[in-house]
Every structure is written in structure tokens, then in C-alpha cells.
């Protein structure tokens, strides 16, 4: 998207900056959309449909490359979150889809409806369980965030722990014309993460999850 890169006016035009959200799923991405309304509407990501989506760094790359977008020149940004907390997200979030398809994971919101968690946990720790073809939970976060070779793409890592600040602290490093809400958008009603695992479920995040706690430094 090209954002303002301040209020003041060049002689025709304001200054531009490039910028891209790789939106990682259920990681703030609706607080994040809020504020770079309404100039988000114009990015490659949603304009283009094939681009559309919770994509890859290197989808995105392959996409952009068909259509002559020079993801280079961008300067790409993300949020992540405590894995232990991803998961709940993603549990409460897909029973309450409710056959509405805002979730794009059909297979997830059946099942999902006669779950608790710990039926959830076991689900994820077979790999031959039932899922939708775009396996969003069977991801690590890091794997939207690679390239080809397998090094971090993006310019900069936000928390979903602590949005607010550190997008304000971005746009402001940026220089962007961009206002931070005062509160997010589609806040969790549910209970603290800890309250949802034993030590199996402790185990099984920490396993499938190894490269994001070693690289983004969570704990349980």
C-alpha cells in the first residue's frame, strides 16, 4: 500500500511510502487494517485477487512476480503472537464461525463444533487428521515469513502482546500518516491461554512451534 510519508505536501504530490502487511492469521490484523485505512484498500494484496488471503512471503513473491509488482521495494511488515496463545485464538475463533465461512477453513469449523480444547490439541497432534487445504494451524508462524532460502523476509516484526506501541513506534519511525487506534478490534472474550493446557498440550505447542519460540524468544 502507499501510505503519506508525512502531512506536508511536495510540490504535487505527497511523498510516498511502500509498504506491505503480511498478514500472519489471527495476529492482529484487523487493529493493524484499522489504521492504514483507508490507503490498505489500494495494496497488491487486496487488489490483486490471487494475492488475497493469509499468504506466504514466498507466495506472495510468486504473485507478485506474475503480475509485475516489485515486492523488493517494499517495505514489509508483520505481527506474531505467543504460540500457546495462537492456538486458543484459533479454537475459539473457528467454533464460532458457525457455518458463516468468514474462516475459509470449512473442515475446521465442523469438526470444531463438538470440541473442547484438549480435543482441539489432540486433532493437531495428528498429522493425518482432517483439514482444510489451506492447513493455516499446521503452519509455525515463521513459515509466512521466510524466503526461498529460508531466512526471515520481513523488515519488521510486531507483537501481538504489545501492538499499539509498536506500530505507533513504527509509523513514527516511517514518518507514516497513520493514527493508531485508542483500542483494538475483535478483542478475544475468552480466559488467559495458561488456563487451556496440561503438560501434553505445553509439550505439543513447544514442538511444532520450536522455530517461532526460538526466533521470536515466547514461553509458555
Not at 480435543?119 to 498429522?127: E, V
Not at 509509523?171 to 507514516?176: E, K
Amino acid at each position: 500500500m502507499l501510505v503519506p510519508k508525512d502531512t506536508r505536501r511536495s510540490f504535487f504530490r505527497r511523498e510516498k511510502k511502500n509498504i506491505l502487511f503480511l498478514h500472519v492469521p489471527k495476529c492482529g490484523g484487523s487493529f493493524v487494517e484499522q489504521a492504514f485505512l483507508p490507503w490498505i484498500r489500494k495494496c497488491p494484496s487486496r487488489r490483486l485477487r490471487d494475492a488475497r488471503g493469509h499468504l506466504t512471503y514466498r507466495e506472495y513473491s510468486e504473485v507478485f512476480d506474475r503480475h509485475r509488482v516489485d515486492l523488493s521495494a517494499m517495505h514489509v511488515f508483520t505481527v506474531v503472537r505467543n504460540p500457546w496463545d495462537w492456538h486458543v485464538s484459533w479454537f475459539h475463533y473457528l467454533k464460532e464461525d458457525r457455518g458463516r465461512g468468514r474462516s475459509g477453513m470449512p473442515t475446521e469449523v465442523e469438526l470444531f463444533q463438538s470440541f473442547d480444547f484438549s480435543d482441539y490439541l489432540r486433532w493437531l497432534a495428528d498429522d493425518e487428521a482432517p483439514t482444510s487445504p489451506t492447513r493455516y494451524i499446521r503452519k509455525q508462524q515463521l513459515d509466512y515469513l521466510t524466503d526461498a532460502n529460508g531466512r526471515l523476509a520481513v523488515h519488521r516484526v510486531l507483537r501481538q502482546e504489545r501492538l499499539a506501541e509498536d506500530l505507533a513506534k513504527m509509523t513514527a519511525d516511517l514518518h507514516l500518516a497513520v493514527t493508531v487506534p485508542e483500542s483494538r478490534a475483535n478483542q478475544s472474550s475468552h480466559g488467559h491461554y495458561r488456563q487451556y493446557y496440561d503438560d501434553f498440550g505445553i509439550d505439543l505447542i513447544a514442538q511444532r512451534h520450536k522455530d517461532d519460540i526460538k526466533t521470536f524468544g515466547y514461553s509458555f
